[in-house]
């Protein structure tokens, strides 16, 4: 069975940047689609970036210029780089995989989850 396992998440100031990592393991190839999610306390859980096999990416609106997703297909990592960070940003952070990116950014459409790391972002 496949586990993703997130690394990266800290604590930083408004401005700073962190990357996080997503790795899976289990499987005998790459995702197809990869995804990265965000939650607060009180909130949904929402879309920050998607990544397919063959590297086209989606970003939601409130990240695009900020944040970048990329793979490592050999290593079957995908990372996240979070510049210009926020405090809205500060959210537990999860990535998630999926058989098809259909929807990349819609959380009912992966069936694989990690259980997150935590970006804090201070003023």
């Known amino acids: 069975q496949e586990q993703l396992l997130e690394s990266g998440g800290g604590s930083v100031q408004t401005g700073g940047s962190l990357r996080l990592s997503c790795e899976a393991s289990?499987?005998?190839?790459?995702?197809?689609?990869t995804g990265w999610f965000r939650q607060s306390p009180g909130s949904e859980r929402e879309g920050v970036a998607a990544?397919?096999?063959?590297?086209?990416?989606w970003y939601a609106v409130p990240v695009e210029g900020r944040f970048t997703i990329s793979q490592d297909n050999a290593k079957k990592t995908v990372y996240l780089q979070m510049n210009s960070l926020k405090p809205e940003d500060t959210a537990m952070y999860y990535c998630?995989?999926?058989?098809?990116?259909?929807?990349?950014?819609?959380?009912?459409?992966?069936?694989?989850w990690g259980q997150g790391t935590q970006v804090s972002v201070s003023t």
């Open positions: 998630a995989a999926a058989d098809i990116c259909r929807q990349p950014l819609t959380s009912a459409r992966y069936a694989s």
């Open positions: 289990g499987s005998k190839s790459p995702n197809i689609c």
């Open positions: 990544i397919s096999w063959a590297g086209v990416t």
